[in-house]
């Protein structure tokens, strides 16, 4: 693994979901080997009092049936049995003396405990003691009882067995455990891995795209439903994305190509207006021409700045109260001579009162783009129909369409043609900056409506602005 990504690993998702799990696993097992452990130790306890305890008994009804020397001769027989490292026994007179015991010899250390004697005097039955010898790595169980009047019997256990079989219990623990805990770490890990799988996808197909491949699209694996969705997700981002970028790639053709012709004009004129002699008449001609192109692009370039700052929000909307009717008929008034001369029969039909909250100018402006367009597009002897009205079917809005009889609009172009600096094909040969549709749209939108349009090719074009009524408080 190269140095940086292993400096990076304890940060991953991999790494701290595996630790997390591991942790985990491990206090678990700890937990599980405690109770196993206290189970164990206790219930040995339990086993070895119990036999030391059935021990005293034992020497207390020999002690009852034959007298002290049998238990004596017991007890030596015991120890002799058992092994003299193994057990032993003292029998002690109720004040602690010992007047008896086994070969004590390996039992130097261990004396007489005159507080368990004198429990046993107050009347407990046994009083048990476990003694830790020094140097010795296991420990003695003791047990104190009274076997017969006046006599009472010490007797002591090693647990050596005891203690070797908890410390094979605790290795194999530690064995198991570790072997475990690997494996767990090996599963954890196998499993962030897994899981975050689709993760890793999604970032390498980011880190392609940011590459400059836009096309690329991040795979379905139908496997992990939330990676799954995240990728679906991921993916129709992309396609808004590539989307959005060929948008402005086409944008960015449309704008070159418009600027292109008015600069080539001017620079045709300024060359021409060089090799000419001073003072001719052309001269006015020429600067009359460059002037008429400059403010064309001027135009184009302020109109594509209101366009940005009322899609950005970011333009003076003024809000006041406009009547919505005297817009229309302003515009149809304005426009009426040219459609008169290009032989074309303009109709208008409208309320006395539309009220609207807006901007009366950009109101205007929107609305004198569509009526240019709809004059610009339909051919001589046809019809424009301009209707508006209040629809009351879904939420109150004022209805306006403007309808031709003219050109039409292909249907692949129909969801381009609000797109700033598309026009058709066929309308290039006509006058226009293909701006008049974006503007007429960001104004809609900056005053709560929206502008559709339907259009069969060869028939003609209906466009229709919604706008939000103005609520009368
Ligand atoms: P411009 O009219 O300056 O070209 P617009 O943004 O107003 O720009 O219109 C974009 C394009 O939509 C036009 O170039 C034209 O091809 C098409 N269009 C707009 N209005 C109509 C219409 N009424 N009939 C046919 N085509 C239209």
């Known amino acids: 693994m190269p140095f940086g990504r292993m400096i990076r690993l304890p940060r991953t998702l991999s790494f701290r979901l595996t630790l997390w799990y591991g942790i985990v696993f491990s206090l678990l097992s700890c937990l599980a080997f405690l109770f196993f452990y206290v189970l164990i130790t206790t219930n040995l306890k339990q086993r070895l009092d119990s036999r030391l305890s059935d021990k005293i008994s034992e020497f207390e009804a020999i002690y009852n049936l034959h007298g002290l020397e049998d238990v004596k001769a017991a007890a030596l027989i015991e120890s002799q049995a058992a092994g003299e490292k193994k057990i032993f026994f003292r029998l002690l007179y109720a004040g602690g003396v010992a007047f008896s015991s086994s070969n004590m010899s390996y039992w130097r250390e261990i004396g007489i405990n005159r507080n368990a004697v004198g429990r046993l005097v107050e009347g407990r039955s046994r ?12 420990r003695v169980r003791i047990v104190y009882g009274i076997i017969g009047r006046g006599v009472v019997a010490q007797f002591g256990y090693s647990m050596e067995n005891d203690t070797a079989f908890v410390s094979i219990f605790k290795k194999i623990f530690l064995i198991a455990m570790s072997a475990l805990i690997l494996t767990a770490i090996l599963v954890g890990w196998f499993m962030a891995r897994r899981a975050l799988s689709g993760v890793e996808a999604v970032t390498r197909t980011a880190r392609q795209i940011s590459e400059s491949d836009l096309s690329r699209r991040v795979p379905i694996m139908a496997r992990h439903e939330e990676i799954d969705r995240l990728a679906v997700t991921f993916n129709q981002m992309l396609d808004r994305i590539e989307k959005l970028v060929s948008e402005i790639r086409e944008m960015g053709d449309n704008i070159a190509h418009d600027l292109k012709s008015p600069l080539t004009r001017i620079r045709g004129m300024a060359e021409i207006s060089i090799g000419s002699e001073p003072g001719d008449g052309d ?8 002037i008429e192109e400059c403010d064309r692009l001027l135009d184009m370039i302020n109109t594509m700045l209101i366009i940005s700052k009322t899609d950005a929000g970011a333009g003076e909307i003024a809000m006041a109260p406009v009547n919505l009717a005297d817009v229309i008929r302003g515009a149809v008034a304005l426009f009426a001579p040219l459609a008169e001369d290009k032989g074309l029969y303009l109709s208008c039909e409208t309320p006395e009162n539309l009220m609207v909250r807006g901007d009366l100018k950009m109101l205007q402006r929107a609305m004198a783009n569509l009526v240019d367009n709809a004059i610009k597009y339909t051919p001589a002897t046809g019809n424009i129909d301009i209707r508006a009205f209040r629809d009351m079917k879904v939420t109150e809005r004022i209805n306006i ?37 974006s503007l007429a749209r960001a104004v809609a939108r900056a005053h709560g409506g929206e502008i559709n349009v339907e259009s069969t090719p060869g028939k003609g074009s209906t466009f229709t602005l919604y706008l939000p009524p103005m609520k009368i408080s």
């Open 127 to 138: 009083v048990y003691e476990t003694l830790t010898l020094p140097g010795r790595p296991d």
């Open 283 to 290: 001269d006015l001609t020429l600067a009359g021409g460059t």
């Open 401 to 437: 369409s403007i309808k031709d009889s003219g050109d039409g609009i292909d249907t692949e172009d129909l969801s381009k043609i609000f797109n700033r600096f598309f026009r058709c094909d066929q309308s290039r040969a006509t006058d226009g900056s293909g701006l008049g549709l």
